[in-house]
Structures are given as structure tokens and as C-alpha cells.
């Protein structure tokens, strides 16, 4: 099933689809969270606040949004500003008024592979499970070949094999998407 | 898309673990705490010593005020409290 585009899932939104809030939660959590902990390098406490911020203030002014296709860079955006203030507020007895004084080396590089990573997770569902389970837990949960295994019922001797299938199935949906 | 082998693909699916669950949880439920953060922000409004209070130390107020708040209702208080 193709995935749904992020204007529709902001469309479904507005609309007061219930279970659209959930999805786009879902889409976005791990792109904030990664704003937060590899481009600025909050520390957890810090990290927190800034994502359950961001998402009140996702949900407060999804409407104001002009392009509902640009959802990720507005989001981005507002983590970015939130993740300044927050590093602001953190050094207040050390006066700094310019943000790219806040802001740490490498920012700007770390959202463009962020954005690339994500372009990447979303064609997971084109490729259909069990590979989008198999490479989620494996890549981004760093869960062992066993854990793997017993959570999907396939023995963790084959799980290797797998991933390696998997790979060049993502792979063969990016050739055939250039 | 260019230029992907299955290393760089297995990179870029490192770069995206997921955030701890009760995060999302609480995000998530944002729409469901609409009803108490309305009646809070309009119990604010009604009160000044009451929004005093929250301004002054949110959590606590709340608490005080018999008022269960997640960190994600918190986000969302502060953001309306500031605005308004």
C-alpha cells in the first residue's frame, strides 16, 4: 500500500481524523528526537521537553501552516529554534545574543542526513514486512539477531540472511525511484 | 535517489532510532487532553491568583490544583499560558 504523503496526513489532521494526531506523532517523533540528540546534543531531561514542545506546538498551530507538504522543514524548524532556546536558557549566566552562537558546528549537515534518513525509513512500508520490521529493529533499535527472532517468530540463524535481502530491496525501490 | 548502496542505507536507518515510548505516548495524546488544558487555561483566565500560580511554578500549581499533568499537557499549558 503506497505510504501516505505527509499533505495528506496534515489534511487528515485538520479534519479531526482521530487516529491521524497518532500518525504523524508516529512519522515525525524519531526525526524530532534526532534533532535533538545528534545535531544540538541535549541531554535527555532537556530533550524531552523540547519534543513534547514541539509537538503542542505542532498541534496548536497545525492551521497556520501554509504548505501543508513542507510539515518535516516546518517541523524542523521549530525544533531547531526550541533547541536554541533551550541551550540559551541553560547558559544564562554566559550572555549570548547570536543563535549561531547556540547553535553547535554541524547542525545544518546533521537535518540534511536527517532528511535523507527519513526519506530512506519511508520507503520501509513500500517494501512490506516482515523486511520493515526485520531492518527497523535491527538498524534503529539495535536489538541482537536473537531478540529479532523471537520477537518475529524466524529463527535468528536466518536473520542475517534477511537483512541482507531486505537491503537490496530498499535499495531496488531507490534505483527505481532516481 | 542516486548513489545508495546497502551500507549507506543501513547509515541512514542507524540515524533514526525511536524516541523512549512514553514520549510518544504522551505526545500522542495531546487531543484527548484538550478538555483539561481548555479548563484549565479558562480556569486561568477566571482566577488571577490561579494563573499567578502557574506562571510562578506550573507543575506545582497544578498538583496543587488536583490537576494530573503529563509532560506533554505541561508543553501545551506553558504554550497557551504564553500567549495568552
Not at chain 1, 503506497?2 to 517523533?29: H, I, K, M, Y
Not at chain 2, 506545582?60 to 499560558?81: C, F, I, K, Q
Request: some cysteine; proline content about 5%.
Amino acid at each position: 500500500m503506497p505510504t501516505q504523503t505527509d499533505a495528506e496526513l496534515v489534511a487528515r489532521c485538520r479534519a479531526g481524523d482521530p487516529d491521524a494526531w497518532n500518525e504523524l506523532v508516529e512519522r515525525f517523533s524519531r526525526y524530532v528526537y534526532a534533532i535533538c540528540v545528534q545535531a544540538f546534543r541535549l541531554e535527555p531531561a532537556d530533550a524531552e521537553d523540547v519534543f513534547q514542545d514541539v509537538f503542542a506546538r505542532v498541534y496548536e498551530h497545525l492551521d497556520r501552516l501554509r504548505n501543508d507538504e513542507a510539515v518535516r522543514p516546518w517541523i524542523a524548524q521549530l525544533t531547531r529554534r526550541l533547541c536554541i532556546d533551550r541551550l540559551r536558557a541553560s547558559r544564562r549566566e554566559v550572555p549570548v545574543d547570536d543563535a549561531e552562537e547556540l547553535e553547535p558546528s554541524g547542525v545544518d549537515e546533521t537535518v540534511a542526513q536527517l532528511d535523507e534518513a527519513m526519506a530512506v525509513r519511508a520507503l520501509l512500508d513500500t517494501v512490506g514486512e516482515p523486511c520493515r520490521e526485520i531492518l527497523d529493529r535491527f538498524f534503529a533499535r539495535d536489538e541482537s539477531y536473537r531478540t529479532i527472532g523471537e520477537a518475529l517468530g524466524i529463527p535468528s540463524g536466518t536473520i542475517a540472511s534477511r537483512i541482507s535481502r531486505c537491503l537490496s530491496k530498499v535499495r531496488a525501490e531507490l534505483e527505481g525511484r532516481s | 535517489m542516486t548513489g545508495y548502496d546497502e551500507e549507506r542505507i543501513a547509515t541512514l536507518l542507524r540515524l533514526l532510532p525511536p524516541p523512549p515510548t512514553g514520549w510518544i505516548e504522551a505526545a500522542a495524546e495531546l487531543p484527548l487532553a484538550r478538555a483539561v488544558i481548555d479548563s484549565i487555561v479558562a480556569r486561568a483566565e477566571a482566577d488571577a491568583a490561579f494563573r499567578a500560580r502557574l506562571v510562578v511554578d506550573l507543575e506545582t500549581a497544578l498538583e496543587e490544583a488536583g490537576y494530573e499533568a503529563s509532560p506533554s499537557v505541561l508543553a501545551a499549558l506553558r504554550l497557551r499560558l504564553d500567549a495568552g
